[in-house]
């Protein structure tokens, strides 16, 4: 599971709760950062900031769904931004889900399990 966020303490309380959980973790702080990691790991699942330096979770959701190799990565979104309309946009660009901070534990770990058996049954695993 890749996470991207700006705020160290949000990647690490998130981290912390997805290996607690048996997940493997890549942290990224920013889009760059992530586009970067792309390169070398291709995570089941990303979860991605909007507000971000260097390059926001709209334009690395764009980078993300523009390639071949990682289109099909689930994109679950994380962000204090509620309104319907940055809503609205993480959807146009190709977000899977959209949770507002402070997101559910357990709501997050119900869709990132979902994501994963998806992948498991189009795989044929």
């Known amino acids: 599971i890749m996470v ?24 990224a702080k920013d889009g ?20 971000m330096p260097r390059m926001d979770g709209f334009d690395l959701t764009r980078n993300v769904r523009a390639s071949g190799s990682t289109r099909d990565i689930p994109i679950v ?5 509620t309104a319907e309309k940055h809503r609205s946009v993480a959807f ?20 990132i399990r979902r994501y994963l058996a998806e992948r498991a049954t189009l795989s044929g695993a």
């Open 77 to 81: 979104m994380i962000t204090s931004r």
């Open 4 to 27: 991207v966020d700006d705020s160290l303490t949000v990647r690490r309380v998130t981290q912390r709760l997805l290996e607690r959980n048996g997940y493997d973790v890549v942290l």
């Open 92 to 111: 146009e660009v190709g977000v899977n889900e959209y949770l507002g901070k402070p997101y559910q534990e357990d709501e997050l770990l119900a869709l």
């Open 32 to 51: 760059v950062d992530a586009l970067r990691q792309l390169q070398d790991a291709r995570p089941d699942v990303m979860l991605v900031d909007i507000e």
